[in-house]
């Protein structure tokens, strides 16, 4: 698998709920798939073809937010190394007494 590939864009839309079942019916009459299942892709599509805000603002507020968690993440991983550093001083200064 590819970094770039998503097994979820491939994945048919189950109509299991009022929402899904106007959206899998909306976007099957769009996109017309021969096969008759409408896929995670072609709703993206076809929302970004027919609702190109929303679908902006989803990707921008999860952009903003993996933007922070990488910040967390750094953070967490500036403390560890600084415990760690603080563990092996202790031990060297141990080993040296």
Do not use: C
């Given at each position: ?27 099957g009459?769009?996109?017309k ?23 902006l603002?989803v ?35 141990e080993?040296n007494?």
């Amino acid at each position: 698998m590819k970094l770039e590939d998503n097994p979820t864009l491939d994945e048919k839309v189950e109509k299991d709920s009022e929402l899904k079942e106007w959206l899998v019916d909306f976007v099957g009459k769009k996109t017309k798939p021969e096969n008759g299942e409408v896929t995670v892709e072609m709703i993206i599509e076809v929302i970004a073809d027919q609702f190109p805000e929303f679908l902006l603002a989803v990707a921008e507020e999860n952009w903003v937010r993996g933007y922070r968690q990488a910040f967390v993440d750094i953070e967490s991983g500036h403390d560890l190394v600084e415990k760690e550093m603080v563990k092996q001083e202790v031990k060297r200064k141990e080993k040296n007494a």
